[in-house]
């Protein structure tokens, strides 16, 4: 699998987010090193622009990204 296209600007990659170490590593071995167009932070960033992606959004949180995507009326 390819490597995600943010990884150099992103702050979840990058530890500028408050995580723990192993469900931060595993977050990015499966989502920044892996199946990254399934990340929630990708999909809003994609759609809305980086400046749309919430400080908090964790890859995983699919169902948030779904509703910020609903609120600016784009869907994934």
């Known amino acids: 699998m390819q490597q995600c296209d943010c990884i150099n600007g992103c702050p979840f990659f990058n530890d500028?987010?408050?995580i723990e170490s192993g469900i931060g590593k595993i977050f990015k071995r499966d989502y920044c090193l892996?199946?990254?167009m399934e990340c929630a932070r990708h999909k809003v960033k994609v759609?809305?622009?980086?400046e749309y992606v919430p400080n908090n959004l964790y890859?995983?949180?699919?169902?948030?990204?779904?509703?910020?995507l609903?609120?600016?009326k784009?869907?994934?």
């Not at 759609?47 to 980086?50: N, R, T, V």
Request: glycine share 8%.
């Open 70 to 72: 609903l609120e600016a």
């Open 34 to 36: 892996g199946n990254f």
């Open 47 to 50: 759609a809305l622009g980086k």
């Open 59 to 68: 890859p995983n949180m699919i169902d948030k990204a779904k509703k910020i």
């Open 16 to 18: 500028k987010m408050s």
């Open 74 to 76: 784009v869907s994934i």
